[in-house]
């Protein structure tokens, strides 16, 4: 690390070849991403964005419309999911009557036809990869128990299933008709952040059942992917024959019709789902204190850098051959450990320049996340909160000792199968 005049106002700057080389004073080559000129369309839009966002995050901190089931959006978005399983129930129902009216081959011909489209347009439950890495609570107790904790100061219970993978990312979901919970930890994620941090993540992520996220609850997620279904269904064909291109044409208006109901579910839920990620954050610092919650917020800004470090292990590992694949399956918590010194060794210099960055790209018409910067904003405006869960030494050790096989599986296949998060 060096230090450098910067070339604009000559105030000092602190250089870390890791990093992008940027002056606090004047923000000179703050982004160093190329950033094409909005056209006069797209400024408005972002002008439209950020009213809404501003609005919102006002709404957020006043207390009011804090109930994401309640606004008149997501109760159409509701009604829309409602109709969408509606035809899917129509079909199934006018098959059966279809195969029990007696009347003729013909009857049952069409009868078969309208169940085989109601089972191809069911609801979905996500389906998990074969090779998926799945924690059960005999597997990991000490870490469902931790869910559990947290679950309990979020006001809503814990989670049935636990996913590991490498992405560098956590999420929830609801599966099967009882809506079982599904908990999704990106190990390298995980692994970066402090043990206040995961506390604070998963409060995140347990906080979208308890404060009415829409896109998160069973009935609106499966009709989206119903609608996915069907937009999917009436495709065009590629190089179509003269039948086919009669088909196409015939599946124009149905295809326009379906993609037009999929950008209305997606715009009705947009704003209840920004809100949740404001009430998720509260919920995360409840959980594990404001400093924590916010900790975890400043940590994601930065996972582009753990990104960068885990292509780094894969690259090595191809230049050398073999002989890392073998140091990873007799080791893998050395990749672990050198992602996790990394991480720590992020100067706060890079943590301010994302901050920065962030609040100059502003709103995102289309982002289920609210700017970070506001998110900051709206924990930081309240008083600090402290942590309801703490953990220690002894139950981290415990923890770890039962993601201990996970980790090296993951990291076996992030050297060997390379790192696209």
Request: charged residues 20%.
């Amino acid at each position: 690390m060096g230090i450098q005049p910067c070339p604009e106002c000559g105030a000092e700057i602190r250089v870390d070849a890791r990093f992008v080389v940027w002056c606090a004073a004047c923000d000179w080559n703050i982004d160093a991403t190329p950033q094409e000129e909005p056209n006069q369309l797209e400024r408005a839009r972002r002008a439209l964005a950020r009213r809404h966002g501003e609005k919102l995050l006002a709404e957020v901190m006043d207390g009011q419309n804090l109930h994401a089931r309640r606004d008149a959006p997501s109760v159409l978005a509701y009604a829309i999911a409602l109709a969408v399983h509606g035809v899917t129930l129509a079909l199934a129902m006018g098959g059966i009557w279809c195969l029990l009216s007696g009347r003729g081959g013909g009857a049952i011909v069409f009868g078969v036809i309208l169940l085989v489209m109601a089972w191809g347009f069911r609801p979905r439950a996500p389906r998990l990869p074969a090779d998926a890495l799945v924690l059960h609570r005999a597997d990991a107790p000490e870490l469902y128990a931790l869910v559990d904790q947290v679950a309990q100061v979020v006001g809503t219970r814990g989670v049935d299933l636990i996913w590991v993978d490498a992405g560098i990312n956590a999420s929830v979901m609801s599966y099967g008709l009882r809506g079982r919970r599904l908990l999704t930890l990106g190990l390298p994620l995980w692994e970066s952040l402090t043990p206040q941090q995961r506390i604070a993540l998963l409060g995140h992520e347990l906080g979208h059942y308890s404060n009415g996220d829409t896109r998160h609850g069973l009935v609106v997620a499966t009709a989206y992917r119903t609608l996915t279904t069907w937009h999917y269904s009436f495709a065009p064909t590629a190089r179509p024959s003269a039948v086919e291109m009669v088909v196409n044409v015939v599946y124009v208006v149905p295809r326009l019709l379906v993609l037009g109901l999929l950008s209305l579910l997606d715009h009705l839920t947009l704003r209840a789902t920004q809100r949740a990620e404001y009430l998720a954050d509260r919920e995360a610092a409840r959980a594990a204190s404001t400093e924590a919650a916010v900790g975890l917020m400043d940590r994601l800004l930065i996972m582009d850098s753990a990104a960068v470090a885990l292509r780094r292990e894969v690259n090595g590992a191809a230049l050398t051959g073999s002989y890392a694949a073998r140091k990873a399956d007799a080791g893998s918590d050395d990749l672990w450990k050198r992602l996790a010194a990394h991480m720590a060794s992020v100067p706060e210099y890079e943590y301010e320049r994302q901050r920065r960055v962030g609040a100059r790209a502003g709103h995102s018409v289309d982002s289920t996340h609210p700017p970070t910067h506001l998110r900051r904003t709206c924990l930081l405006a309240g008083p600090p909160m402290p942590a309801a869960v703490v953990t220690d030494g002894d139950r981290e050790q415990r923890i770890a000792a039962e993601l201990a096989g996970v980790r090296i599986k993951v990291a076996r296949r992030i050297v060997r199968e390379g790192f696209d998060g």
